[in-house]
């Protein structure tokens, strides 16, 4: 999954998200073909298997492969044809729920929750669950046009990991938010 989309998603950004389809399209296109918001082309991206994602199931795949076999199913069988039931939801429909979501962020050599990450305060509120800088009121709030892919709940998931690692050789600001900072050598030392 490109990191862009990674963090759109899983920092809950596309919640504050006003900008639609329509206002980024040329003229010329036909604009009932792009309906939503932005993040549902990312969901519609993943479902069409052009964007890798991760997690990529909102069902762990140990549990779709003992279904499969009480079934007496090849785990792709199952897994599409419980797609196609909705039995089986892919993790970008539901970022909200708390089985879809990092728990884990390992960092090498980048200041991701300081001045190298975009979107740096929705970051310390959905992924860390800590103070944030977060001034506007997210679509539900602003009565914005919401997503039609991803299931909408009126109060995000703030928290969503449980462990940062850092592994650095300078003490930046995302050292600040680690739980484990690991010192790392350079080409100089």
């Known amino acids: 999954m490109n990191s862009t989309s990674y963090f759109y998603n899983h920092s809950s950004q596309w919640r504050y998200e006003t900008v639609t389809a329509e206002e980024l399209?040329?003229?010329?296109?036909?604009?009932?073909?792009?309906?939503?918001?932005?993040?549902?082309?990312?969901?519609?991206?993943?479902r069409m298997g052009w964007l890798p994602s991760a997690p990529q199931l909102g069902t762990n795949p140990l549990y779709i492969a003992r279904e499969a076999e009480k079934a007496g199913m090849t785990p792709v069988d199952y897994t599409v044809k419980s797609l196609k039931e909705g039995s089986i939801r892919f993790a970008?429909?539901?970022?909200e729920n708390g089985k879809n979501h990092?728990?884990?962020?390992?960092?090498?050599?980048?200041?991701l929750l300081g001045s190298s990450g975009k979107g740096h305060e929705y970051m310390l509120k959905y992924l860390l669950g800590t103070e944030h800088g977060?001034?506007?009121?997210?679509?539900?709030?602003?009565?914005?046009?919401?997503?039609?892919?991803?299931?909408?709940?009126?109060?995000g998931l703030d928290g969503k990991l449980d462990l940062v690692v850092t592994l650095d050789f300078r003490l930046s600001s995302t050292c600040l938010y680690s739980d484990i900072v690991l010192p790392t050598a350079t080409w100089y030392e």
Do not use: T
Not at 134 to 155: A, F, H, Y
């Open 134 to 155: 977060i001034q506007g009121l997210d679509l539900g709030k602003q009565g914005g046009v919401k997503p039609e892919e991803v299931e909408w709940r009126d109060n």
């Open 92 to 95: 970008a429909e539901q970022p």
């Open 102 to 111: 990092p728990r884990n962020l390992f960092i090498w050599r980048s200041n």
């Open 25 to 46: 399209l040329s003229p010329m296109a036909d604009k009932s073909r792009y309906s939503g918001h932005l993040i549902d082309f990312n969901v519609r991206a993943e």
